[in-house]
């Protein structure tokens, strides 16, 4: 196996020469070698993007010793961790803490830098990324100077390196915006196609997360709506055993069942999203917020999913329907649909716009091509933007259209990076060179 590949199986790198620093000493001995070789260097993740964004080609640096907590400021209420933290690792630290992010998206396994340089978000909240989260950051440019970027210091160094796509530098420590620890009482709830449309505005305006599933080629949603509980006590967590039933069995291995069924008898889809659409049923519980926003994800997928401006978000629903109805995809996952305010990140999905999100996958070894390629062309006609972590056509030339900011981000590469130590065939793609 290669030494480095994405948690999906889809991409795979052999590079020259593996590390893992224990210490910022390394990183920038590395960075500096790099440059006086004409090399290229790249800190990885857990490989959660579904692109080659963290493939490296020469050096490749693991994470494994930057992680823990640093330093806790009670009084500004930011906490600052290495950058290799696992979020599962962060959340349960927060805990011991009594303090918790604001916002979370569907899993908890990547890295605090991978998480944030692709721009990993979760729903609704007062703002939905972990990007929008970060207060301040520390990188290694690609001059092999340590750098720390706030809103008071490197302002535009800070606004671009808080979704940096591994292009800007190394980070090395982050330091994020936290709350006192809370919990969400989460209600989980099948409804038509019909009535989620119906109704969606008014669910994000009533709930402080929402998040939806269509299931294609049938009626059938899932909803799921968080609300924050004014006090600790009294949670009614999942039982164990419900939690195995409706995560484990039924969202998992039933799930995995049956999209391995759909690979290998597409003709069945339609019937078993009907069948999987009617095993979630509902339910409600509270819990301490990560474990109410995140859950494990064990059958293997590949995802692509983009976000359009707010307003425009249920007109693109309505016609990916349409355009999923009048083609002959047989579609087996359902299409996850998810809201964000908007924030003021250079390269941010959401920047400077509030957006919806959609989100469509397939198993890790269907071939997703014709799906994914009409849904975007639909996408694209919206202004889509799509996730810097998973699966989309687009280069330099479409991105710059879709981003007011994209040759801000790109002077900013030019003046850290100008010798491209950081670079990849993706990065090359996407900014052009
Ligand atoms: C099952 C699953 C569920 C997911 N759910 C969501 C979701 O709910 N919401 C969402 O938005 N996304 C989601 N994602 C996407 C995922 O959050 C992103 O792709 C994220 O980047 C993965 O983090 P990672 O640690 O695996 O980083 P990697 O994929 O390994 O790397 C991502 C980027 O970070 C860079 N990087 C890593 N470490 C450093 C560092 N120290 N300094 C500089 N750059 C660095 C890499 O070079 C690369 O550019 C999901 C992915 C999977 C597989």
Do not use: C
Request: hydrophobic share 40%; proline share 5%.
């Amino acid at each position: 196996m290669a030494p480095w590949t994405n948690w999906a199986g889809t991409e795979a790198a052999e590079p020259r020469k593996v590390v893992t620093p224990d210490s910022i000493g390394q990183i920038v001995q590395e960075v500096e070698h790099a440059v006086a070789h004409r090399g290229t260097v790249k800190m990885v993740g857990t490989g959660h993007s579904f692109t080659g964004i963290s493939a490296p080609v020469d050096t490749m640096l693991r994470p494994d010793h930057f992680t823990g907590i640093v330093s806790v400021d009670r009084d500004a209420m930011t906490v600052t961790a290495r950058s290799g933290t696992p979020l599962h690792v962060l959340n349960a630290e927060l805990g011991r803490l009594g303090l918790s992010l604001h916002n979370m998206g569907d899993i908890a396994e990547q890295t605090l830098a991978g998480a944030t340089s692709t721009g990993t978000h979760g729903t609704g909240g007062t703002v939905a990324s972990l990007s929008a989260q970060i207060a301040a950051f520390t990188m290694i440019t690609g001059h092999g100077e340590k750098v720390t970027a706030s809103p008071t210091s490197f302002r535009e160094i800070f606004d671009a390196g808080r979704i940096g796509l591994g292009a800007l530098g190394i980070l090395t420590e982050v330091t994020l915006f936290v709350e006192p620890l809370f919990a969400l009482e989460a209600h989980e709830r099948p409804m038509t196609w019909d009535e989620l449309l119906s109704t969606y505005d008014e669910l994000t305006h009533e709930h402080h997360h929402v998040d939806a599933y269509w299931f294609p080629h049938t009626e059938r949603v899932m909803t799921k709506t968080n609300d924050r509980l004014a006090e600790l006590d009294g949670l009614l967590p999942l039982s164990r055993w419900r939690q195995w039933l409706d995560d484990e069995f039924l969202s998992n291995t039933v799930f995995g069942v049956l999209t391995s069924v759909g690979t290998h008898a597409p003709r069945a889809v339609p019937r078993l999203n009907r069948i999987s659409g009617n095993a979630l049923s509902e339910r409600s519980y509270s819990d301490i917020s990560h474990r109410v926003f995140t859950s494990q994800r064990r059958v293997r997928f590949k995802e692509m999913e983009y976000a359009v401006p707010r307003e425009a978000g249920l007109e693109a629903l309505r016609e990916v329907r349409r355009v999923i109805g009048a083609s002959s995809w047989l579609i087996g996952f359902p299409i996850e649909i998810r809201s964000t305010p908007a924030d003021d990140i250079t390269l941010s999905t959401s920047s400077e716009r509030d957006s919806m999100y959609l989100a469509f996958h397939v198993p890790a070894k269907a071939d997703h091509t014709t799906y994914f390629a009409g849904v975007e062309q639909v996408l694209r006609g919206f202004d889509g933007r799509p996730h810097w972590g998973k699966m989309h056509t687009l280069e330099a030339d479409d991105l710059a259209k879709v981003y007011p900011r994209f040759g801000e981000f790109l002077a900013i590469r030019d003046r850290l990076d100008p010798e491209r130590v950081f670079t990849n065939p993706y990065l090359q793609r996407v900014l052009g060179d």
